[in-house]
Protein backbone atom coordinates (compact mmCIF):
# COMPACT_ATOMS: atom_id res chain seq x y z
CA UNK A 1 0.00 0.00 0.00
CA UNK A 2 1.03 3.20 -1.34
CA UNK A 3 2.10 5.84 1.40
CA UNK A 4 0.46 8.58 -0.33
CA UNK A 5 -3.15 8.78 0.66
CA UNK A 6 -6.61 9.54 -1.79
CA UNK A 7 -8.77 9.65 1.33
CA UNK A 8 -9.07 12.60 3.52
CA UNK A 9 -7.30 12.33 7.49
CA UNK A 10 -11.09 13.20 8.26
CA UNK A 11 -12.22 10.44 7.25
CA UNK A 12 -9.30 8.07 8.97
CA UNK A 13 -10.61 4.87 10.50
CA UNK A 14 -7.39 4.00 12.56
CA UNK A 15 -3.62 4.88 11.96
CA UNK A 16 -1.88 3.49 9.54
CA UNK A 17 0.63 0.09 10.66
CA UNK A 18 3.92 0.96 10.38
CA UNK A 19 5.27 -2.18 8.47
CA UNK A 20 8.14 -1.31 12.12
CA UNK A 21 5.27 -2.22 14.56
CA UNK A 22 4.85 -5.48 13.22
CA UNK A 23 7.13 -7.09 15.50
CA UNK A 24 8.20 -10.55 14.81
CA UNK A 25 6.23 -10.72 11.60
CA UNK A 26 3.32 -11.82 13.37
CA UNK A 27 -0.49 -11.97 12.52
CA UNK A 28 -2.59 -8.50 13.64
CA UNK A 29 -6.24 -8.82 13.67
CA UNK A 30 -8.10 -5.65 13.30
CA UNK A 31 -11.91 -4.72 13.14
CA UNK A 32 -12.48 -1.53 12.27
CA UNK A 33 -16.18 0.23 13.16
CA UNK A 34 -16.90 3.54 12.66
CA UNK A 35 -19.19 5.90 14.50
CA UNK A 36 -22.14 7.65 12.83
CA UNK A 37 -20.39 11.13 12.50
CA UNK A 38 -17.19 9.27 11.09
CA UNK A 39 -19.43 7.20 8.53
CA UNK A 40 -21.09 11.04 7.77
CA UNK A 41 -17.95 12.35 6.44
CA UNK A 42 -17.32 9.19 4.63
CA UNK A 43 -20.57 9.39 2.81
CA UNK A 44 -20.24 12.55 2.41
CA UNK A 45 -16.63 12.14 0.72
CA UNK A 46 -17.94 9.18 -1.64
CA UNK A 47 -21.09 11.32 -3.09
CA UNK A 48 -23.30 8.67 -0.98
CA UNK A 49 -26.66 9.97 0.70
CA UNK A 50 -26.29 7.62 3.66
CA UNK A 51 -23.70 5.57 5.58
CA UNK A 52 -26.00 3.44 7.88
CA UNK A 53 -23.55 0.54 9.25
CA UNK A 54 -19.55 0.09 8.11
CA UNK A 55 -17.60 -2.69 9.38
CA UNK A 56 -14.48 -3.52 8.05
CA UNK A 57 -12.35 -6.48 9.59
CA UNK A 58 -9.96 -9.37 8.77
CA UNK A 59 -6.51 -9.67 9.69
CA UNK A 60 -2.54 -8.55 8.58
CA UNK A 61 -0.46 -12.03 7.80
CA UNK A 62 3.13 -12.14 7.09
CA UNK A 63 3.41 -13.85 3.03
CA UNK A 64 6.98 -14.96 2.53
CA UNK A 65 9.93 -13.48 3.77
CA UNK A 66 9.07 -9.53 3.24
CA UNK A 67 5.56 -9.35 1.63
CA UNK A 68 1.84 -8.87 3.53
CA UNK A 69 -1.12 -10.28 2.54
CA UNK A 70 -5.01 -9.03 4.06
CA UNK A 71 -7.55 -11.14 4.48
CA UNK A 72 -10.76 -9.21 5.44
CA UNK A 73 -14.59 -8.86 5.14
CA UNK A 74 -16.50 -5.26 4.29
CA UNK A 75 -20.27 -4.94 5.27
CA UNK A 76 -21.87 -2.16 5.03
CA UNK A 77 -25.13 -0.47 4.82
CA UNK A 78 -25.90 2.53 2.26
CA UNK A 79 -28.02 4.92 0.54
CA UNK A 80 -27.91 6.51 -2.70
CA UNK A 81 -30.20 8.07 -5.23
CA UNK A 82 -32.07 6.00 -7.65
CA UNK A 83 -30.55 6.82 -11.13
CA UNK A 84 -34.08 7.25 -12.41
CA UNK A 85 -36.67 8.69 -9.65
CA UNK A 86 -33.81 10.32 -7.22
CA UNK A 87 -35.31 8.07 -4.50
CA UNK A 88 -33.23 6.72 -2.23
CA UNK A 89 -32.08 2.87 -2.69
CA UNK A 90 -30.75 0.90 0.34
CA UNK A 91 -28.05 -1.14 -0.40
CA UNK A 92 -26.36 -4.07 1.64
CA UNK A 93 -22.93 -5.10 1.08
CA UNK A 94 -20.95 -7.87 2.79
CA UNK A 95 -17.68 -8.25 0.28
CA UNK A 96 -15.08 -10.81 0.98
CA UNK A 97 -11.25 -9.16 0.47
CA UNK A 98 -7.69 -9.94 0.01
CA UNK A 99 -4.45 -8.17 -1.03
CA UNK A 100 -1.14 -9.32 -1.49
CA UNK A 101 1.07 -6.36 -0.52
CA UNK A 102 4.74 -6.85 -2.07
CA UNK A 103 7.83 -5.65 -1.00
CA UNK A 104 9.89 -5.67 -4.71
CA UNK A 105 6.78 -5.23 -6.70
CA UNK A 106 7.75 -3.26 -9.65
CA UNK A 107 5.37 -0.53 -11.31
CA UNK A 108 4.58 -0.88 -15.27
CA UNK A 109 6.57 1.94 -17.16
CA UNK A 110 5.34 2.90 -20.30
CA UNK A 111 2.31 3.87 -22.43
CA UNK A 112 1.32 0.53 -22.99
CA UNK A 113 1.59 -2.03 -19.97
CA UNK A 114 0.05 -5.22 -19.30
CA UNK A 115 -1.98 -5.82 -16.17
CA UNK A 116 -0.53 -8.64 -14.33
CA UNK A 117 -3.40 -11.29 -14.20
CA UNK A 118 -3.53 -11.11 -9.97
CA UNK A 119 -5.49 -7.92 -9.40
CA UNK A 120 -5.28 -8.35 -5.70
CA UNK A 121 -1.27 -7.52 -5.65
CA UNK A 122 0.13 -3.92 -4.68
CA UNK A 123 3.14 -2.44 -4.12
CA UNK A 124 4.06 -2.66 -0.23
CA UNK A 125 5.22 1.35 1.05
CA UNK A 126 6.80 1.98 4.82
CA UNK A 127 3.33 1.07 6.44
CA UNK A 128 -0.49 -0.28 5.82
CA UNK A 129 -3.20 2.32 5.56
CA UNK A 130 -5.90 -0.02 6.51
CA UNK A 131 -8.06 2.71 6.30
CA UNK A 132 -7.23 3.55 2.94
CA UNK A 133 -7.91 0.07 2.06
CA UNK A 134 -11.44 -0.19 3.34
CA UNK A 135 -12.72 3.09 1.50
CA UNK A 136 -11.30 1.80 -1.50
CA UNK A 137 -13.13 -1.42 -0.89
CA UNK A 138 -16.40 0.55 -0.32
CA UNK A 139 -15.92 2.82 -2.93
CA UNK A 140 -15.11 -0.18 -5.57
CA UNK A 141 -18.58 -1.62 -4.43
CA UNK A 142 -20.90 0.45 -4.83
CA UNK A 143 -23.37 -0.46 -6.82
CA UNK A 144 -22.74 1.82 -9.85
CA UNK A 145 -26.37 2.92 -11.15
CA UNK A 146 -28.54 1.90 -8.25
CA UNK A 147 -32.33 1.87 -8.58
CA UNK A 148 -35.62 1.90 -6.72
CA UNK A 149 -37.95 -1.29 -6.97
CA UNK A 150 -39.96 -1.27 -10.48
CA UNK A 151 -37.79 2.13 -12.02
CA UNK A 152 -37.96 2.42 -14.92
CA UNK A 153 -36.54 4.19 -18.14
CA UNK A 154 -39.20 5.19 -21.14
CA UNK A 155 -36.98 5.03 -24.12
CA UNK A 156 -38.85 7.89 -25.70
CA UNK A 157 -39.18 9.88 -22.62
CA UNK A 158 -35.60 11.72 -23.19
CA UNK A 159 -37.29 12.38 -26.80
CA UNK A 160 -40.18 14.21 -25.69
CA UNK A 161 -38.79 16.36 -23.00
CA UNK A 162 -38.53 19.95 -23.19
CA UNK A 163 -38.50 23.34 -20.96
CA UNK A 164 -41.39 24.33 -19.64
CA UNK A 165 -43.01 26.74 -22.31
CA UNK A 166 -41.26 24.86 -25.45
CA UNK A 167 -42.43 22.29 -27.52
CA UNK A 168 -40.71 18.74 -27.57
CA UNK A 169 -38.73 17.59 -30.16
CA UNK A 170 -40.27 15.04 -32.38
CA UNK A 171 -38.17 12.15 -34.66
CA UNK A 172 -38.34 14.96 -38.05
CA UNK A 173 -36.78 17.55 -35.61
CA UNK A 174 -33.99 14.81 -34.36
CA UNK A 175 -32.57 14.51 -38.10
CA UNK A 176 -30.03 16.92 -38.99
CA UNK A 177 -31.06 17.20 -42.84
CA UNK A 178 -34.63 17.16 -42.00
CA UNK A 179 -35.29 20.92 -42.61
CA UNK A 180 -33.30 21.27 -46.26
CA UNK A 181 -36.17 20.39 -48.57
CA UNK A 182 -38.19 22.58 -46.73
CA UNK A 183 -35.58 25.06 -47.06
CA UNK A 184 -34.86 24.51 -50.67
CA UNK A 185 -38.07 24.98 -51.53
CA UNK A 186 -38.48 28.29 -49.74
CA UNK A 187 -35.30 29.60 -51.44
CA UNK A 188 -36.15 28.52 -54.64
CA UNK A 189 -39.40 29.73 -55.20
CA UNK A 190 -41.33 26.33 -54.44
CA UNK A 191 -39.60 25.17 -57.70
CA UNK A 192 -37.63 21.97 -56.88
Do not use: N
Not at 2 to 20: F, I, K, N, V, W
Not at 70 to 77: D, F, K, N, R, S
Not at 143 to 148: A, T
Amino acid sequence: MTDETAYPPQTSLAPPLRLTSLEGRELHDFDLSPDAALRARIAEHLGIDQLRKFRFSGSVRPSGARDWRIEAHLGATVVQPCVLTLAPVTTRIDAPMIRHLIADLQEPEGLEVEMHPDETREPLGTQIDLSQIALEALALSLPDFPRCEGARLDPDAALRAAPPGQTPLDDDAMKPFSGLAELRDKLSGGKS
